[in-house]
């Protein structure tokens, strides 16, 4: 039973940068792994990053790979997608998901999600 909720989306121009949240609720949250994915219209969902349990280990779509980071503080329940050197080509609404596996890049394996949050790169 986790409740996921995504801040932090907007309107940014190309080569900004943009700072995603994600709150869960629960006493477990160390027990999940996180990850965020993506869609943009008329598109499949994708996966973009993924983090461990203890946030030991991430994982990242090469498409996002030096680009975007992924970290939790586990204290506060909360897990970042730090987004730098945006392009419009990065606009989409994006997700939050929890997963009971440590660590996951497959939205099958993901328990929970968030409403998501619109993410606009301009040129």
């Known amino acids: 039973q986790v409740q996921l909720v995504e801040s932090g989306g907007g309107l940014v121009q190309a080569g900004g940068s943009l700072r995603l949240s994600c709150t869960a609720s629960?006493?477990?949250?160390?027990?999940?792994?996180m990850g965020w994915f993506r869609q943009a219209p008329g598109e499949e969902r994708e996966f973009v990053v993924a983090?461990?349990?203890?946030?030991?280990?991430?994982s990242s779509a090469d498409s996002v790979k030096g680009r975007f980071t992924i970290s939790r503080d586990n204290a506060k329940n909360v897990v970042y997608l730090q987004m730098n050197s945006l392009k419009p080509e990065d606009t989409a609404v994006y997700y939050c998901a929890a997963t009971r596996s440590v660590l996951s890049v497959r939205a099958p394996e993901y328990n929970y999600w968030g409403q998501g949050t619109q993410v606009t790169v301009s040129k």
């Open positions: 629960g006493r477990t949250f160390s027990n999940y792994g």
């Open positions: 983090i461990s349990w203890s946030g030991g280990t991430t």
